[in-house]
Every structure is written in C-alpha cells, then in structure tokens.
C-alpha cells in the first residue's frame, strides 16, 4: 500500500519531512516506525489522517501516518 508518511521535530534528521511511501497491506504504525529507524521510545504522538491512532493501528491505502517525537520540558 503507498502511504504518506510525515515526521516531525529532529525526527527529520537525515531523514525527510513527508515522503510517499510503499508497505505491505497489514503494516502496523509500529512496523512504519521502525522501518525508518526511529526508536520507539522516542515517539510521543502517532496520528493516521489527522487522527491520534495506537501503535498496532493499521493504515489503509493512500493514509496519511504522521510521527511526533516525545515533547519534554522543565
């Protein structure tokens, strides 16, 4: 299935801003997440068309996957 897949903050890192992307039907926000090398304890906010989603969610085609770094303060 293609997605478009956005990262946000210092996710962009030698990385991109939004991309078009293929993965196999089934693909869970998790799987998404780590094909791109991001740690998984680092993310705060996943979002699938503007919507918060869990990680075990799975996109349809054409979705759009939106990943959020953790955000700290103090």
Do not use: W
């Not at 956005?6 to 990385?15: E, G, I, Q, S, T």
């Not at 293929?22 to 997440?33: D, M, Q, R």
């Not at 979705?63 to 959020?68: E, N, S, T």
């Amino acid at each position: 299935m293609q997605l478009t897949v956005k990262l946000f903050a210092y996710f962009r890192d030698n990385r991109f801003k939004h991309q078009q992307m293929h993965f196999a039907e089934g693909t869970t926000v998790k799987e998404i997440i780590l094909a791109l090398g991001v740690p998984l304890e680092e993310v705060g906010v996943t979002m699938i068309n503007s919507r918060h989603c869990e990680l075990e969610q799975v996109p349809g085609e054409g979705d759009q996957v939106a990943i959020f770094p953790a955000i700290g303060g103090g």
